[in-house]
C-alpha cells in the first residue's frame, strides 16, 4: 500500500523536529534567549497543529486499523510499538508545554536555568525518540 500524501508530509516533519529544536537549543547556548523562547513557541505550535492534523486524517482514512491490514509486520507487535510510541509522545508534549509554560512565567519573574536546563533534556530526547518511533511506524505500514 502506498502512504498518503498527508502521511508522507507529516513524517518528514517529524523527521525534521530534532532538528527544528536543536537549531532553537543553539539560540539558548549562544545566548540569544528572546529568539530561543520565540522559536521554541513556534515550534511547538506547529507540532500541536500538526498533530491535529494527522490525528484528524488518520481517522478520516479509517484509522490505525485499516492501515495495518496492510502490513507484513505482526499485529501485535504493532500495537504495542504505537501504544509505546503514543505514551512518550503524549508525556513528552505535556513536558514541552509545561516548560514554555514555566519558561514564559520566569522569563518575566527571574529565572533557574539549571531546571529547565534538565527537562528540556528530557524534552528533546523525548520528542527525538517519539519521532524516530513514529518513522518507524510509517516504515512498517508502508515498506513492509
Known sequence: MTAPLYMTIITVYF???????????????????ERHLISQVAIFLVTVFVIIYFETMLRIS???????QYSDISYNFLV?????????????VIAWAYLIYTSLRA?????????????????????SITCIMGTCIYYFLFFN
Open 80 to 92: 504495542v510499538f504505537l501504544v509505546v510510541h503514543i505514551a512518550i509522545a503524549i508525556a513528552s
Open 62 to 68: 479509517g484509522g490505525f486499523e485499516y492501515y495495518v
Open 15 to 33: 523527521l525534521l523536529l530534532p532538528f527544528f529544536m536543536a537549531g532553537s537549543i543553539y539560540q539558548a547556548i549562544q545566548k540569544k534567549y
Open 107 to 127: 522569563y518575566k519573574n527571574g529565572f533557574n536555568s539549571r531546571t529547565h536546563k534538565k527537562l528540556g533534556k528530557i524534552v528533546f530526547l523525548g520528542l
